[in-house]
């Protein structure tokens, strides 16, 4: 843990300049405080950003008082000792469990005084950084491969007090790599170093591969991502007894239809189904 110890050391002295928005629409990212390991800064356009990208938009909506709702629990409501690294999965693929880890992670940077850390662990089929439309870049699986600096892997984003650690290239072995005692030491180093810090974990669904197994025994909370009518109840249920139920902080039941709350001025948000082209 030394050499991941003293890059985040080293990273965490060094200072960024003040979000600033370009004639371009572009931006950089925000001024850093000594407790914030991001070493380089990529400069994203906003119409590159991805639509269901919901809690950065500055619209009232149902979708996004639901990520401040489940912020607020993950805050307050797990007794005295919150989460701080919380791992996000679901039964099977195309549940949005992407979806939710991107917002949730927004909506906690979101706090004054939280830092956040949103880790793509989804080496096979990586997602968050198309999310918040970058390019392809190298991440956790070269660091894992090879090492380094892991303050080199980071990227800031458009939302102040938010950095994300990309996946990478997929590997050949990534049940290997998400296994392995550096990445074990990572996690520990990110998790404890840092008091301020959330770490919003994005991983493949365990009934699918074993990759999520191996990181769930790292964190201190898992959410799962309940589709409408994707999983069976059966399904849902293998998974509950695969992971440890005393960690499973709560369950998002995501793309279902709510009833009409006209009266309580949720009226147009009625159908939440409209973010089903995200999951297709």
Not at 87 to 101: D, W, Y
Not at 202 to 213: G, I, R
């Amino acid at each position: 843990m030394g050499k991941i110890s003293s890059a985040l050391e080293k990273s965490a002295r060094q200072k960024k300049a003040d979000q600033k928005e370009g004639p371009d629409g572009t931006h950089a990212a925000s001024k850093a405080d000594s407790r914030r390991p991001a070493d380089r800064t990529i400069r994203v356009a906003s119409p590159r950003i991805d639509s269901n990208l919901v809690t950065l938009s500055k619209e009232a909506s149902f979708a996004t008082e639901q990520f401040r709702l489940l912020k607020t629990h993950l805050r307050y409501g797990m007794g005295d000792h919150p989460p701080r690294s919380i791992m996000i999965t679901s039964a099977l693929p195309g549940e949005g469990k992407s979806f939710v880890a991107a917002n949730l992670a927004v909506s906690l940077a979101q706090n004054r005084k939280e830092h956040v850390l949103l880790i793509d662990c989804d080496l096979r089929k990586p997602t968050i950084q198309k999310i918040f439309g970058m390019q392809n870049l190298p991440g956790l699986s070269e660091f894992l491969q090879h090492g380094g600096d892991i303050s080199k892997f980071l990227v800031s984003t458009v939302q102040e007090k938010l950095t994300i650690l990309p996946a990478g290239r997929p590997p050949a072995n990534p049940l290997e790599l998400l296994a392995s005692e550096e990445m074990a030491d990572l996690l520990k180093e990110l998790a404890h170093r840092y008091g301020d810090r959330y770490l919003v974990i994005d991983t493949p669904p365990p009934t699918m591969t074993a990759e999520a197994n191996a990181l769930a025994r790292q964190v201190d909370a898992i959410l799962l991502v309940v589709r409408k009518g994707r999983a069976s109840r059966d399904t849902i249920s293998d998974l509950v007894e695969n992971l440890d139920r005393e960690k499973i902080a709560g369950v998002v039941f995501n793309h279902f239809i709510i009833p009409k709350m006209s009266a309580l001025g949720y009226g147009k948000y009625a159908k939440y189904g409209k973010y089903k082209q995200y999951y297709k």
